[in-house]
């Protein structure tokens, strides 16, 4: 990641060795670099008033993801969006696969900063080219969900101090 990088994607999940939980979580870094590169989401950015976007993304189970968590705070005079996604029911380990749905779960979180910070329309989504090979060295911070009282269970989301927490 370059240094005048004005979005940082963190990447995260609840669940352990699924080869499709890290390919998803590659695409997603994978898409969320090419806008992060794209001229018109920079200066889309531009609108926010604050340099960068720490961007924490966590991929839960569909057990676990019952409901989406998001959290957006302007914090060290930087934006910190963290938000949770489901992992898709596909049984691969590609990542090329999964850049289409990558693309619309960063775009619908993108939207939901877009409201939230009221900022202008979405630009276009770039070309994404194909995943450099070293996306697999990627880092993925994985735990474990805690243990819920079982009146709680049916919950299955990341609670929001939670989901603030999940990168440290």
């Given at each position: 990641m370059s240094s005048d990088a004005w979005l940082r994607p963190l990447m995260g999940t609840t669940t352990r060795g699924e080869p499709a939980a890290r390919a998803f979580m590659i695409a997603l870094?994978?898409?969320?670099?090419?806008l992060d590169a794209d001229p018109g989401w920079h200066a889309w950015w531009q609108h926010s008033g604050v340099?960068?976007?720490?961007?924490?993304?966590?991929?839960?189970?569909?057990?676990?993801?019952?409901?989406?968590?998001?959290?957006?705070?302007?914090?060290?005079?930087?934006?910190?969006?963290?938000?949770?996604?489901?992992?898709?029911?596909?049984?691969?380990?590609?990542?090329?696969?999964?850049?289409?749905?990558?693309?619309?779960e960063l775009t619908a979180m993108f939207g939901v900063i877009r409201v939230a910070m009221r900022m202008p329309e979405l630009p276009p989504t770039p070309p994404l080219p194909e995943i450099p090979a070293n996306a697999r060295d990627l880092e993925v911070t994985t735990k474990s969900l805690p243990s819920l009282p079982r009146e709680l269970e049916q919950q299955g989301y990341l609670t929001l101090s939670e989901i603030q927490e999940f990168f440290g």
């Amino acid at each position: 990641m370059s240094s005048d990088a004005w979005l940082r994607p963190l990447m995260g999940t609840t669940t352990r060795g699924e080869p499709a939980a890290r390919a998803f979580m590659i695409a997603l870094w994978h898409v969320a670099r090419v806008l992060d590169a794209d001229p018109g989401w920079h200066a889309w950015w531009q609108h926010s008033g604050v340099p960068t976007c720490e961007l924490g993304i966590v991929a839960e189970g569909s057990l676990d993801h019952l409901r989406p968590t998001a959290d957006i705070r302007q914090v060290d005079g930087k934006v910190r969006a963290n938000f949770t996604c489901a992992l898709p029911e596909l049984d691969t380990d590609l990542p090329a696969e999964l850049v289409e749905l990558a693309t619309a779960e960063l775009t619908a979180m993108f939207g939901v900063i877009r409201v939230a910070m009221r900022m202008p329309e979405l630009p276009p989504t770039p070309p994404l080219p194909e995943i450099p090979a070293n996306a697999r060295d990627l880092e993925v911070t994985t735990k474990s969900l805690p243990s819920l009282p079982r009146e709680l269970e049916q919950q299955g989301y990341l609670t929001l101090s939670e989901i603030q927490e999940f990168f440290g």
